[in-house]
């Protein structure tokens, strides 16, 4: 079956840290550019960090640029958001997605695949 499946998420303080994990069934995670996107309820999905597939570069939104991490680990057919210094802002459901295009600005409308999302909260 051809998913992507996140986990990691939960229920956090303010400051904590948690890792997302994207991990990539029936298909081969290193071909694509990876995104991950959060939403948080009655906004829009918004993109918050991309890793490309042939150089692994890396883009951030400005609102979690220095406290988000995105890697990958192609042997785990795997893709991580490593989130420290977590605000109650953040806190959204987190969705990761193949891409066409990592760069900048990405949007959803470059997504191609999607997981299912899983809840990241932040509170105190």
């Known amino acids: 079956q051809v998913q992507l499946v996140e986990s990691g998420g939960g229920l956090v303080q303010p400051g904590a840290s948690l890792r997302l994990s994207c991990a990539a069934s029936g298909f081969t995670l290193s071909y694509w550019h990876i995104g991950w996107f959060r939403q948080a309820p009655g906004k829009e999905r918004e993109g918050v960090s991309c890793?490309?597939?042939?150089?692994?570069?890396?883009y951030y939104a400005d609102s979690v640029k220095g406290r988000f991490t995105i890697s990958r680990d192609n042997a785990k057919n795997t893709v991580y958001l490593q989130m420290n210094s977590l605000k109650p802002e953040d806190t959204a459901v987190y969705y990761c997605?193949?891409?066409?295009?990592?760069?900048?600005?990405?949007?959803?409308?470059?997504?191609?695949?999607w997981g299912q999302g899983i809840q990241v909260t932040v509170t105190s």
């Open positions: 997605a193949t891409l066409f295009q990592c760069n900048g600005g990405f949007s959803t409308s470059v997504a191609g695949r």
């Open positions: 890793i490309s597939n042939t150089d692994s570069r890396t």
